[in-house]
Every structure is written in C-alpha cells, then in structure tokens.
C-alpha cells in the first residue's frame, strides 16, 4: 500500500528541492486567494459580472507575452535570483493590494493594473522554478517531482479559494490580502535558501533572439512538440468549466452550488491522482502514457455530457438532481487524468530540453497551459450556442480523443519514447 501512495524521495533526498516545495504551495495559495478575493471586490466596486470578466483578459495578456519573453530572462540569469526578484515583487504587489483595500481606494482600474503585475511575474517565475527542478535532483526522480508539485498545485487550487471565501467573510479584503503578503513573505524565504543556479555554458542574452532559438529548437524536437499538442487537444476542445453555469441553471439545477460541485470535482480527482502517485516514477513509456491519460480526459469528458443527456432537470424549487453526482464523478475522472498526463508532460520535457534552454521551453509550457483553457472556453461557448451544452461536452469529448488518437498515429516515436532510454542520452 505504501506503494500506491506519492513517493516522497524527492522531498526526503533534496533539502533545496523540499524547501521550495514547500515555498511553492504557500505561494500557490496565496495566489489563489487572492484571484478569487480580486473577482469578489471588482464585482463590490462595479456590480458587473463583465467588469469581473475583465480581471481574466488583464491577467491572460501579459501571462502569455512574459511567459515566452520570460523564458529568455530565466535562461540568461542565475534562476535563483530570478525567483527571488520576481517572488519580491509579488510580495509587494500583494501588499499594495492590502493597501488598497485598507485605505477603501476602490479604485478598480488600478487593481487591473496590480493584476497584470501580478502575473507578469508570476509568467517570469514559473518558467524559473520548473527549470530548476533537474538542477536540484536526478533524472530518475522527475516523474516523483513532478508528481508532487502536481499535488501541490491541486491542493492551491482548492484550499487557495476556500480561505479566500472564509477570511473576506472574517477580516474583509484587506484581511484576505495580507494573509496572501505573508503566505508570500515565507515562499520568498524558501527561495533565498536554495543553492545558487547560474546558467550552464555560456549564457544567451534575453530578447527576442533568444525566444525565436527556443522556438527553433522546439521544431527539432517532435516529442516535446506533442506534450504541447496533446495538451493543446485536450483544453481547447474539451475544457467543459464554461457550461458549468447554464448547467446548474437549467440542465442539472441546484444554480451556484452545482457550479461550485462540478469544478471542485476535477479539482479533488487531481487531487486524488496526486496523493495515489507512488507508481507513476516506475512508468517507462511516458509518451504512451501521456496519449492514455489524455484520452481518458476526453473520455471522462464525454461522460459528462452523457449525464447531461439523461439528467430530468432541475428538481422542485430548482434543486440539482440526481444527475449531478453521477455528473461530478465524470469530472473526477477527467480530473485525474489530466494530473497524470501533466506529471509525464512534465517529465518529457524537462529530460529532452538542455537546461541552457528550460527556462524557454517552460515559458512555452506555461503560455499553452494558461492559453488553451481560455480559448477552450470561447470554442465550447460557441457550439453550446448553436447546438446546446450537452453536444458541447460529448462533441469536444469525442473531438479530443479523435486528435490525440490521430497525433499517436503521425507520431509513432512519441508512442515508443522511453524514459530511461532519454535520461541515458541526458546523461551521455
């Protein structure tokens, strides 16, 4: 049994890698918080849900423009000292953040503002952290790595919200921020402990330039390229949390509260995988293993539009039906799947990339993992426009599966990588 759950060595052999961990899940937190705490001021300050809205255009822009551009800044500078001047300057925007709130601003341009900031550095900082795992532990513990920062990241993502809800209720906004300040206070403290992580060989200069060579090794790299269209298939044709809402209006019942259950369900079968990942570091066949996972997301996906078909409706008073649990659980799996395939997607590319160019490719990883979604929601919004949302879910179910199976077939090595075989080249 005990082989079943997480493998903890890499937590146990690296002091460096544990303590940013352990960063990474308060700032995860933190940054959880306070996105759920930004919407609900926003919607205080304008009464607009199209004003909330908009907090996600200011964030996606400069995520995507600094997550390639970042890369290049963590591939030419030490990463640790990336992380820590792109974990102080979320620290300080997380206290103007409070500040605005304790001194009743209310101005809301002005948190548009602190939120582009916000993941401007966050887009600088995580391409800095993921390219310092394989400085900080063996080839062979990657999978177990990248299995727990998984963990850590589904864990965020629930807790992170939770606490946001419960402390506005408490201590009002100003309260929520600054326990977000001092969740931040401690991450940035895990990272001026790490051991210093200057660039291997001789060092690019940050530009363009550098992005564009990023850009050119990936075209020479087909296994890499597929983690990114896999994954790619799998958000933006089968990414079902837009039809949450009109499902708990008028397919399943039960209004917010089912919104609430149903993305809290892919949310705890990520969850689940996580904490059930002890036998993920003795996959071999990575690539295949990834294509499985992404099919069961479709598959899962799919299911739940199946659920939809069948549910009867609201119940009397509008109260959800049967449907939603059968509903949830779908979305558990779909949850699931999609941990282990980012566990692997993880591992592939962090083996495959030279680290004078992992701070690029992570930049990359990081623009399709926040674009993809987004674009997802704009695709599956329009077919539940046109055909309703239970053909949305099983048409971008079946749609997802169809791709992944299609990309198996035109790209049999990604089938046959071998993950030992890969960290024999890395270290040869």
């Known amino acids: 049994m005990r082989n079943l759950f997480a493998d903890l ?3 146990r052999v690296s002091a460096p890698y544990r303590r940013m961990w352990f960063g990474s899940v308060l700032s995860g937190v933190g940054t959880a918080l306070t996105t759920v705490a930004v919407g609900l001021q ?28 970042g890369g290049s800044i963590v591939d030419a500078h030490d990463r ?24 009743g601003i209310g101005n809301v341009w002005l948190m548009y503002a602190l939120v582009a900031v916000q993941h401007g550095l966050f887009a600088v900082n995580q391409p800095a952290r993921g390219s310092a795992v394989p400085r900080l532990l063996p080839a062979d513990l990657l999978s177990a790595a990248n299995a727990l920062n998984s963990l850590a990241w589904n864990v965020s993502l629930t807790v992170g919200p939770l606490l946001a809800g419960l402390l506005v209720s408490w201590w009002g906004y100003g309260g929520a921020y600054s326990v977000e300040a001092v969740l931040l206070l401690f991450a940035f403290a895990s990272v001026v402990s790490l051991p210093p992580l200057p660039p291997e060989g001789r060092p690019p200069r940050a530009g363009l330039r550098s992005v564009l060579e990023g850009l050119r090794f990936l075209r020479t790299q087909p296994d890499v390229r597929m983690t990114f269209q896999v994954d790619l298939a799998a958000m933006v044709l089968a990414m079902p949390k837009v039809l949450f809402p009109a499902v708990g209006v008028t397919l399943i019942g039960g209004g917010a509260a089912t919104v609430g259950v149903l993305a809290a369900a892919i949310a705890v079968g990520s969850i ?20 499985v996972s992404v099919v069961g997301w479709g598959l899962a996906v799919a299911g739940f539009g199946l659920m939809l078909a069948v549910s009867p409706g609201p119940g009397p008073h509008g109260q959800a039906s049967w449907a939603l649990w059968s509903a949830a659980g779908f979305l558990a799996l779909a949850g699931a799947a999609d941990a282990v395939s980012a566990v692997f997607r993880t591992t592939i590319l962090q083996v495959v990339t030279p680290d004078a160019l992992r701070g690029r490719l992570q930049g990359v990883f990081l623009v399709v993992v926040a674009g993809g979604p987004q674009l997802g929601g704009l695709l599956l919004g329009a077919v539940a426009r046109w055909g309703g949302e239970t053909v949305a879910a099983i048409g971008g179910g079946v749609a997802c599966v169809l791709v992944v199976l299609a990309l198996g077939v035109l790209q049999p090595t990604f089938v046959r990588y071998d993950a030992r075989r890969a960290a024999a080249v890395r270290a040869g």
Request: include cysteine; charged fraction near 10%; aromatic fraction near 10%.
């Open 9 to 11: 060595t890499p937590l």
């Open 80 to 103: 640790r000292r990336v992380m820590m001047t792109t974990s102080s300057g979320l620290f300080l925007v997380a206290c103007a953040f409070a500040a605005q709130a304790w001194l």
């Open 272 to 291: 689940v995988a996580g904490v059930l990942s002890g036998p993920l570091h003795r996959v071999r066949r990575q690539g295949l293993a990834v294509l």
């Open 42 to 69: 926003v919607y205080d300050l304008t009464g607009s849900t199209f004003n909330v809205g908009l907090v996600g255009l200011f964030a996606l822009v400069p995520l995507i423009a600094l997550g390639l551009y």
